[in-house]
């Protein structure tokens, strides 16, 4: 198989040298943006040449973004080229216009280093489903949210855990997808359509970050005996789909409440092998290239679900830890005031958080499982 490869950052430069050691994969060609970059014959500037080369026929895109990430995988598709991505950003974003060129013109759209790194996430989950129907999933999809609660629960505040989540290259310099939980919501887009063959739109599904978390939160959650985690949640009940990314309060007893600082943990449920899952490296150089190179070993097989856009019905009912920035005195969901500016929820659904929250002024969320 002849490949070129879009992007040679933390993950582009791995999947190289793993391909590198493969004699049945040949790297042909890699893109990349700047003259100075280029410290192998392979290298080009031009995606162009990549494009009309006929032997090329799998496209690795590495490069992040949504432009001109987006376009250049579509024409990779429009040219009959496989191909194997680890942009979750444009392929949530994109995903039903390239699936489509994709299974017209017969070629795979691989996505397994989007979700979970280095864990096999996705073919997991294709593979329980050879024999079952997926029900739910849920887990820890962001390393950088983890590694920040998890210090914060040993003390640090917000703004120490983030800065040495920066030093040791666990986070961004701008991390705002990761602590405002659009990357999670990412995963969780991609984690859906995979589980329950359905494209949910991404502004579709409610995303509450860790930006806001405050002493007075971290209390409550050592009080009630528990640990708050970013956790990503999908259900599906009776076709309904419930997909939602939310801070939530889990038991220090609980198999979540282990997974600590970077590590990443998914789950889901199936009919007869009933909870199963996965614990792991999220990202990283090295874990992200083995998942696209496993990616790159599978295309030759065409494996096209049939998936369809659909919406997020969000009926999944549950209770919610409410910190306002401005109290709401008529607030219709109240079971109990716990201060001057938090509430605890009664059972509400998670479309009526959504719309409650899209008009009223609330600092942080929490979903309160106990
Ligand atoms: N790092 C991880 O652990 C991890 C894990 C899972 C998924 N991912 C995803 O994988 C993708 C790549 O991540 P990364 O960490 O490898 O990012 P990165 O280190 O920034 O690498 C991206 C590379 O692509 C290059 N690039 C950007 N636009 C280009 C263009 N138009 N033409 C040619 N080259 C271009 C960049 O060059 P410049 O630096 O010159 O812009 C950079 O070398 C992202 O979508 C990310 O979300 C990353």
Same mark, same amino acid.
């Given at each position: 198989m002849k490949i070129g490869l879009l992007g040679c950052g933390v993950v582009g430069k791995e999947v190289r040298t793993i391909l590198d050691k493969k004699?049945?994969?040949?790297?042909v060609r890699i893109l990349v943006k700047?003259?100075? @970059?280029? $410290? $192998? !014959? %392979? /290298?080009?500037?031009?995606y162009e040449e990549i494009l009309q =080369? @006929? =032997?090329?026929?799998l496209i690795i895109e #590495? /490069? *992040? *973004?949504?432009e001109p990430a987006y376009t250049y995988v579509k024409e990779a598709l429009e040219h009959h080229k496989h191909v194997v991505t680890s942009n979750k950003k444009m392929l949530a974003t994109y995903f039903m216009d390239l699936y489509e060129i994709a299974c017209k013109n017969q070629v795979s759209l691989r996505y @397994?280093? #989007? &979700?979970? *790194?280095?864990?096999?996430w996705i073919h997991e989950m294709n593979r329980v489903q050879r024999i079952d129907k997926i029900h739910s999933f849920y887990g820890i999809m962001n390393g950088t949210t983890n590694y920040i609660l998890t210090k914060v629960a040993e003390g640090l505040s917000f703004e120490e855990a983030l800065s040495q989540a920066q030093q040791n290259g666990f986070?961004?310099? =701008?991390?705002t997808d990761d602590i405002d939980g659009y990357d999670a919501r990412y995963k969780g887009v991609l984690t859906a359509l995979t589980s329950f063959q359905t494209y949910i739109p991404i502004e579709e599904v409610p995303v509450y970050g860790i %930006?806001?978390?405050s002493f007075e939160d971290q209390t409550y959650a050592l009080n009630h005996d528990g640990i708050i985690k970013l956790l990503v949640q999908g259900v599906q009940e009776e076709n309904e789909i419930s997909l939602s990314v939310i801070p939530t309060l889990v038991s220090?007893? +609980?198999?979540l409440s282990k997974i600590t600082n970077e590590t990443n943990a998914v789950f889901m449920t199936s009919d007869t092998l009933k909870e199963s899952g996965y614990i792991g490296k999220g990202a990283g150089g090295e874990p992200t290239a083995h998942a696209v190179v496993q990616d790159v070993l599978s295309s030759p097989t065409l494996f096209q679900k049939d998936i369809q856009e659909g919406r997020n019905h969000l009926s999944r009912t549950s209770s919610f830890y409410l910190r306002f +920035? !401005? /109290? $709401?005195?008529?607030?219709?969901? &109240?079971?109990? &005031?716990?201060s001057e500016t938090t509430i605890l929820t009664k059972p509400m659904t998670l479309k009526e958080l959504y719309e409650y929250t899209k008009v009223n002024d609330i600092a942080f969320v929490m979903e309160v499982t106990q």
């Amino acid at each position: 198989m002849k490949i070129g490869l879009l992007g040679c950052g933390v993950v582009g430069k791995e999947v190289r040298t793993i391909l590198d050691k493969k004699e049945e994969l040949e790297l042909v060609r890699i893109l990349v943006k700047e003259e100075s @970059e280029i $410290d $192998d !014959t %392979r /290298m080009t500037l031009s995606y162009e040449e990549i494009l009309q =080369d @006929e =032997d090329i026929n799998l496209i690795i895109e #590495c /490069m *992040g *973004g949504l432009e001109p990430a987006y376009t250049y995988v579509k024409e990779a598709l429009e040219h009959h080229k496989h191909v194997v991505t680890s942009n979750k950003k444009m392929l949530a974003t994109y995903f039903m216009d390239l699936y489509e060129i994709a299974c017209k013109n017969q070629v795979s759209l691989r996505y @397994e280093a #989007c &979700v979970a *790194g280095g864990i096999p996430w996705i073919h997991e989950m294709n593979r329980v489903q050879r024999i079952d129907k997926i029900h739910s999933f849920y887990g820890i999809m962001n390393g950088t949210t983890n590694y920040i609660l998890t210090k914060v629960a040993e003390g640090l505040s917000f703004e120490e855990a983030l800065s040495q989540a920066q030093q040791n290259g666990f986070a961004e310099q =701008d991390s705002t997808d990761d602590i405002d939980g659009y990357d999670a919501r990412y995963k969780g887009v991609l984690t859906a359509l995979t589980s329950f063959q359905t494209y949910i739109p991404i502004e579709e599904v409610p995303v509450y970050g860790i %930006r806001s978390l405050s002493f007075e939160d971290q209390t409550y959650a050592l009080n009630h005996d528990g640990i708050i985690k970013l956790l990503v949640q999908g259900v599906q009940e009776e076709n309904e789909i419930s997909l939602s990314v939310i801070p939530t309060l889990v038991s220090k007893d +609980s198999i979540l409440s282990k997974i600590t600082n970077e590590t990443n943990a998914v789950f889901m449920t199936s009919d007869t092998l009933k909870e199963s899952g996965y614990i792991g490296k999220g990202a990283g150089g090295e874990p992200t290239a083995h998942a696209v190179v496993q990616d790159v070993l599978s295309s030759p097989t065409l494996f096209q679900k049939d998936i369809q856009e659909g919406r997020n019905h969000l009926s999944r009912t549950s209770s919610f830890y409410l910190r306002f +920035s !401005t /109290m $709401d005195h008529n607030c219709p969901f &109240v079971k109990e &005031v716990l201060s001057e500016t938090t509430i605890l929820t009664k059972p509400m659904t998670l479309k009526e958080l959504y719309e409650y929250t899209k008009v009223n002024d609330i600092a942080f969320v929490m979903e309160v499982t106990q």
